[in-house]
């Protein structure tokens, strides 16, 4: 079953903060995030797992409430190369990933 | 480099024709993975595949089939069942549940 994400788009000022977030109703094993521009392939940006620690890369990071099956992805101070689609992952049988509808990101000057 | 290559970039297809999808991985991994995207939706599974010679259905097989004969290669094949073909088409591999997963660059597919 699809993870739910919200907000479905978010438009930020530079140097604003966002956080997007993901529910499923599954128990879940790992949680990915990834980003995606116009025309392209998506890029990894990190991954949860149950049982793991918060992750962060830079001004990106994530958690995971295992209880809730939850997870939230949190971009500090964006910048205008944040914007894009960010789509989160589910895996809740160990062998795929099934993905959000995903949360359009646009940050303007 | 290691990665994957998808091909061709831009492929259309005539009205009853099969046509395949390549995607190719040097990565040595072992989960293969095909997905659909229709614009401005999410990523939706075909089929995937956790080893040589074994692969399952996903979300949306239907009007699909795959072949996973070699650990590198993973191709897709749409048929002539499938009668919304049109959309973006991106391969993926993994090193297993756990890891990230590393996609192509996509193939657009498009009905003449």
């Known amino acids: 079953q699809q993870p739910v994400q919200s907000p479905q788009a978010v438009i930020l000022r530079e140097g604003e903060d966002a956080v997007i977030n993901c529910s499923s109703s599954k128990a879940l094993y790992s949680v990915h995030w990834y980003r995606q521009k116009h025309g392209e392939a998506p890029v990894f940006l990190m991954i949860?797992?149950?049982?793991?620690e918060q992750k962060g890369h830079e001004k990106i990071s994530a958690s995971f409430n295992e209880k809730k099956q939850q997870s939230s992805l949190y971009l500090t101070a964006s910048q205008l190369s944040y914007s894009g689609t960010y789509f989160c992952g589910t895996d809740s049988s160990y062998d795929k990933v099934i993905f959000g509808p995903g949360t359009s990101l646009s940050v303007i000057p | 480099d290691g990665g994957i290559t998808q091909s061709p970039k831009y492929l259309f297809r005539k009205e009853g024709q099969n046509v395949t999808l390549s995607c190719e991985q040097n990565?040595?991994?072992?989960?293969m993975y095909w997905y659909r995207q229709d614009p401005g939706q999410g990523l939706r599974l075909i089929y995937y595949s956790q080893i040589v010679n074994d692969f399952q259905k996903g979300d949306i097989a239907e009007g699909y089939s795959v072949s996973r004969e070699k650990k590198e290669s993973f191709p897709l094949t749409v048929t002539s069942a499938q009668k919304n073909p049109t959309a973006f088409y991106l391969c993926?591999?993994?090193?297993?549940?756990?890891?990230?997963?590393?996609f192509g660059d996509g193939t657009r597919l498009s009905i003449l």
């Open positions: 949860l797992l149950k049982g793991g």
């Open positions: 993926a591999s993994s090193g297993g549940a756990g890891q990230p997963q590393h």
């Open positions: 990565l040595n991994h072992d989960a």
